[in-house]
């Protein structure tokens, strides 16, 4: 059964700092998504990384795969207050169908 | 555009009684999909319409959960008799042409309480 594991799960950090969220994911995908979730509300897009080496930006936020370790990382620069949410990665196993990890949830405190 | 709608928001029911959710995609979208995320746990699929046709359904967890999508457009999960097992938040997404190279759109989702 294909998993998708993110970690961390919880991340406090202070406003300014950098930090990274990890995604790992245990067969092929060749896509990879990065969804956002504020409370209560939908899931929205972030970046979709379609080929190995992939580099996506926008913002503070920095989203990249390596498709042969089966890894994508979504980096935070200068945390601000804003980006605090539950952020997801999910791959498509080759049908269409998204397996999602379990979210990380982000507190940025000022 | 209107974003995927969905209603209700919330819905809090006793067990063995029936709910039903509905999902209104963008407009012009031909693929709609259900997924659900029950507490502590990751957003899982459900099934997947092309129009009216159902293309996978196999994420649905037993025959007390059907779905449907009369005409294509707008469409119903309902939950007959419900579990404490089926509480959990209940998102529709849309896309125009399937997952290919573009992400879904999500509704708000709908949280399903069963006590």
């Known amino acids: 059964e294909l998993k998708v594991e993110q970690n961390p799960l919880f991340l406090s950090m202070q406003e300014g700092k950098n930090y990274t969220i990890y995604c790992n994911y245990s067969t092929t995908s060749d896509r990879l998504y990065w969804y956002r979730q504020d409370p209560g509300k939908s899931l929205e897009s972030l970046f979709v990384?379609?080929?190995?080496?992939a580099v996506k930006q926008e913002g503070r936020l920095m989203a990249s795969l390596d498709t042969k370790a089966r890894l994508s990382t979504l980096h935070i620069t200068a945390a601000v207050h804003d980006l605090s949410a539950t952020y997801f990665c999910?791959?498509?196993?080759?049908?269409?169908?998204?397996?999602f990890g379990k979210g990380t949830k982000l507190t940025v405190n000022p | 555009e209107a974003g995927v709608t969905q209603f209700p928001s919330h819905s809090v029911i006793e067990k063995g009684q029936t709910v039903t959710l509905r999902c209104d995609p963008i407009?012009?979208?031909?693929?709609l999909y259900w997924y659900r995320r029950v507490m502590g746990k990751e957003i899982k699929f459900l099934l997947h319409f092309v129009k009216e046709s159902k293309q996978d359904e196999s994420g649905m967890p037993n025959n007390r959960f059907l779905a449907e999508r009369t005409g294509g457009t707008y469409s119903t999960l309902k939950v007959q008799p419900a579990e404490l097992e089926d509480s959990g938040v209940y998102f529709c997404?849309?896309?125009?042409?399937?997952?290919?190279?573009?992400?879904?759109?999500f509704g708000n989702g709908t949280r399903l309480t069963v006590t």
């Open positions: 407009s012009g979208h031909d693929n």
């Open positions: 999910a791959v498509v196993p080759g049908s269409e169908k998204l397996v």
């Open positions: 997404a849309s896309s125009p042409r399937g997952l290919g190279n573009s992400p879904l759109h």
């Open positions: 990384l379609l080929s190995n080496g």
